[in-house]
């Protein structure tokens, strides 16, 4: 069978087998891709129906008219009008089936009501959604559906499968007729291109026959571009690479030979006693013999008698084969008479047949050898100058071992000093303070009690005197503080009003007594509460006015804010800015950067004139930098100066909800508590009996201990509402006393208030951990007590001013209430109480409310269905105030049944 039929008869039909396999195949997908997009189509025009009625339950939903059976009617009406105008290609339709297959909605009228609860295809529809083929009116069609649960609808997008199908049956014709043509014309390609390919064959079987016969100047003469062609080039390069090879193996052989006899080494060839065969012509450039000269001799002749001996055994063992060669160096005589330096290796070619020797090859290192040397003796020089350098440098590095060990002595008696100065502020604050509580407690105690008039300014002139003497003191710990690194930034959100009206009121009477003008101006585009750290601001912002207004004699102080926004954070941040001017004495431009540093003035006389530690300043400026602002100061001499605070990127909170507590609080002699126990423990006598005086002026049963034993004993018998605990004390500590109450379940969720005098470095979270709720200062000022005490405490009920909800609370007693309702509460409710103390989280709240409704629901427990209802309305109006009252009063009310 010749090559042409060979690769027709098994070719044409493969083709053809391909083709229709090609044709059939692109039917298939092209039958599957229109069912995809027909499926994909009625997916989007149910999804659009579904979302129509997920709308109008939520219209529903929102109105809160989800139950009326008139609005639910209105509403799928309305739904059905929407889907009715959704169309789907030029036949397909959307129609609604309720759960029993009664037809809701059809575009046909005639079949709305239809019952198709008989029909196969309905009863193994699902509430998953999904597609299906189905038979309605006589028609065929492909159907996607889904369920909507609340009104029980099987919403259904349709199409009939003779439009889905009908272009790809159309073609079908057309792609028999299409299999048909092609199969012809690739079958007569098929014949005409394989007679083409084996002509060529032919020509190249031919060829490689004459060449084979040993006739080089045979050429293959085929001029096509394919592969025959490029075949028959590179056998013409073949025969021509061939006859190059021929000759230049000749050229090669004399060019190896020119090399070997002009190279820079010298090539001998002895036999194997040693006689010189052959010797390279650059053994006279080197030594100055002639090669004929030495052909005949023996080498071991020329040899330095002292190496002779060596080298010729070394050439007897090469000889056999008994040790590898290396190169070794010899010292040769030269035909003047002296001694060169030669480099050689050998190879043992004494088996090759035209060669019979040990070829040699050797280089002349006489000039190396001699560079060698010359560094040898450069090197120990230098390993010499290498080692005494070295002797320089470990001196060098014991002195500077000595002055490290001396810099880290120092530097442990600056820790030392450090940690004696820090007990020392906090031994010599705990002294100052725990007579100064007294002091001032008793004072403010005596101020309720006497109307004589010359008395009263006795005791404010005292009050006054113990508060400078606790700022002193507050600003030489916050001083420690900053310097020790532990004082924290606590943020919540601040109304400036409130703060600047509050810093006017504290100023308001010696403003008149100097009869100074006093300018409030609050920024335009304040738009509502700030986050700040209002403590710490307040306080820079009362040192910068107190300053003022110390060193104002007659003139005016101004207290400005301005609020700085720019487009990019969209109003969330802004720039603040507060200045506090004056038109007192000044500060010359020297002694400006001077004022910042602690315990630093502006000069001697200003100190001798208006008194201060010089404190003030320092600390303002370090607090602004924590709050990541600056402190600034502008001033000239007699005209004047003007502090700035920056303080840049400070959050806005769009509600005017943030209100000083201070402010709405009621004087703490008109507030009343209910009977509850609050337990004093202190070993100093005076501070128990000042608090237990202003504690019964407001109803409070005050249990005493003087030291930690005694508070774990009346904790445990009395079971206080509240316990004060002072820091340090005999026996135990406040901490260790503590521990153990918080270690004991009985009197465990006792919150515990710590009193301290002294510099307490301790996060908030070091004092939870210690078992503290809350830390009060000493000297004890009565407003932050009642602030205190009203946080762990009820004030006793006051039906003009508690709210309605929140006195249900109180109805609520531990013996009548259900025991699965009590663990519901230890398990799910007291866990996730929102935080007061921190940033409240608007969206927690609003889940923990309602939690609280539900948890109500279930158990019938009215009062706690009613307060997470109210709880999730304050949510919506972003009652900040309101929303701390609330949570407040229901931990109390959880401690209190739990």
């Not at 060169?340 to 040990?358: A, Q």
């Not at 810099?407 to 020392?424: D, T």
């Not at 920024?523 to 107190?546: F, S, T």
């Not at 402010?663 to 609050?678: L, V």
Request: proline letters at 3%; charged letters at 25%; glycine letters at 6%.
């Amino acid at each position: 069978m010749k090559t042409y039929t060979k690769i027709l008869l098994p070719t044409l039909p493969l083709i053809c087998f391909f083709l229709a396999a090609t044709i059939a195949i692109t039917y298939h997908f092209s039958r599957t891709a229109l069912l995809d997009l027909g499926d994909a189509w009625l997916s989007a025009r149910l999804n659009m129906a579904m979302e129509i009625t997920r709308e109008q339950k939520k219209i529903l939903h929102d109105q809160g008219l989800g139950s009326i059976p008139a609005s639910i009617d209105k509403a799928k009406q309305d739904a059905i009008a929407r889907i009715r105008n959704i169309t789907i290609g030029n036949k397909g339709f959307v129609f609604i089936i309720d759960r029993n297959g009664a037809i809701i909605f059809h575009p046909n009228k005639y079949l709305n009501d239809t019952d198709l609860g008989r029909e196969k295809w309905f009863s193994s529809l699902t509430h998953h959604g999904g597609k299906k083929i189905i038979d309605l009116s006589g028609e065929r069609l492909l159907v996607r559906f889904g369920y909507f649960a609340p009104w029980e609808w099987y919403v259904l997008a349709a199409d009939p499968t003779a439009e889905v199908y009908g272009s790809i049956n159309r073609m079908q014709p057309y792609l028999y007729g299409l299999f048909i043509l092609i199969a012809i014309i690739i079958s007569l390609v098929l014949m005409f291109f394989t007679a083409r390919l084996a002509r060529p064959l032919k020509e190249l079987l031919l060829g490689t026959q004459a060449f084979g016969k040993g006739n080089l100047d045979t050429r293959i003469n085929i001029q096509s571009d394919d592969e025959f062609g490029l075949l028959a080039k590179e056998f013409n390069r073949m025969a021509f690479r061939l006859q190059d090879s021929l000759y230049a193996l000749k050229q090669n052989e004399e060019h190896f030979r020119a090399l070997i006899e002009n190279a820079n080494d010298m090539i001998w060839i002895l036999d194997q006693e040693g006689v010189f065969r052959y010797v390279s012509p650059s053994t006279f450039r080197i030594l100055g013999y002639q090669p004929k000269a030495l052909i005949g001799r023996c080498a071991q002749d020329f040899i330095h008698p002292q190496e002779k001996e060596e080298l010729t055994e070394r050439f007897t063992l090469r000889v056999a084969s008994l040790i590898q060669t290396h190169p070794t160096a010899i010292r040769f005589r030269h035909e003047a008479n002296y001694w060169c330096i030669l480099e050689c290796i050998s190879k043992n070619l004494m088996d090759h047949p035209t060669i019979k020797g040990m070829v040699i090859n050797l280089r002349d290192i006489t000039k190396r050898k001699q560079a060698e040397q010359a560094l040898k003796l450069y090197h120990q020089e230098l390993e010499n100058r290498v080692e005494e350098r070295t002797r320089d440098l470990q001196t060098a590095n014991n002195a500077l071992n000595n002055e490290i060990q001396i810099r880290r002595q120092k530097e442990k008696e600056l820790e030392r000093a450090s940690r004696v100065k820090s007990e020392f502020l906090a031994n010599v604050s705990h002294e100052i303070r725990t007579p100064l509580n007294a002091i001032l407690g008793f004072s403010e105690l005596l101020e309720t009690m006497i109307s004589e008039k010359q008395q009263a300014s006795y005791l404010s002139a005292i009050n006054t005197a113990g508060k400078n003497l606790s700022g002193l003191i507050n600003n030489i710990l916050n001083l420690s503080k900053m310097e020790a690194g532990k004082l924290e930034i606590n943020r919540k959100p601040v109304l400036l009003k409130s703060l600047f009206d509050e810093i006017y009121r504290l100023f308001k009477i010696k403003l008149k007594t100097k009869n100074l003008e006093f300018f409030i101006k609050l920024p335009e585009n304040d738009m509502g509460a700030l986050d700040l750290d209002e403590m710490r601001l307040r306080q820079v912002i009362i040192n910068l006015v107190g300053n003022a207004l110390k060193f104002t004699e007659c003139g005016t102080i101004s207290l400005k804010a301005q609020i700085r926004t720019s487009p990019q954070n969209e109003g969330r941040s802004a720039d603040l800015i507060i200045q506090v001017a004056d038109t007192g004495i000044g500060i010359c431009e020297t002694q400006q950067d001077k004022i910042f540093e602690a315990f630093e003035q502006a000069s001697v006389g200003t100190s001798r004139k208006f008194g201060g530690t010089g404190l003030g300043l320092a600390i303002c400026k370090q607090l602004i930098e924590l709050m990541d602002g600056k402190l600034s100061v502008s001033s000239k001499p007699d005209q004047g100066s003007i502090f700035t605070i920056f303080l840049p990127g400070v959050k806005r909170y769009h509600t005017h909800s943030p209100a000083s507590a201070e402010a709405k609080k009621s004087a703490w002699t008109s507030m009343q508590f209910a009977k509850d126990r609050i337990l004093i423990v202190d070993d100093d006598r005076d501070i128990r009996f000042m608090l237990r005086e202003v504690l019964k002026k407001i109803n409070l049963e005050v249990i005493e201990a003087a030291d930690g034993i005694q508070a774990i004993e009346h904790a445990k018998a009395q079971k206080p509402a509240l316990i004060f605990i002072d820091l340090k004390m005999p026996e135990i500590t406040g901490v260790e006393t503590a521990a153990r109450l918080k270690a004991d379940r009985d009197v465990a969720h006792i919150p515990i208030c710590l009193m301290t005098a002294g510099m307490t470095l301790w996060s908030k979270e070091e004092l939870e951990s210690r078992g503290f709720a809350c830390t009060i200062t000493k000297p004890i000022a009565i407003d932050n007590l009642m602030a205190v005490l009203t946080r762990f405490i009820n004030p006793a009920p006051d039906a003009s001013e508690r709210s309605a909800v929140l006195s249900r609370l109180d109805t609520l007693d531990k013996d009548s209430l259900p025991d699965d309702f009590l663990d519901r509460l230890r398990k799910d409710i007291t866990p996730h109480i929102p935080p007061t103390r921190q940033a409240l989280k608007i969206s927690e709240i609003q889940r923990f409310a309602v939690r609280l409704t539900e948890t109500g629901k279930v158990f019938k427990i009215e009062a706690f269905k009613t307060f997470g209802n109210e709880l999730f309305q304050l949510c919506k109006t972003f009652d900040i105030e309101k929303i701390q009252e609330h949570l407040e009063y229901f931990t109390q009310t959880i401690n209190r049944l739990v």
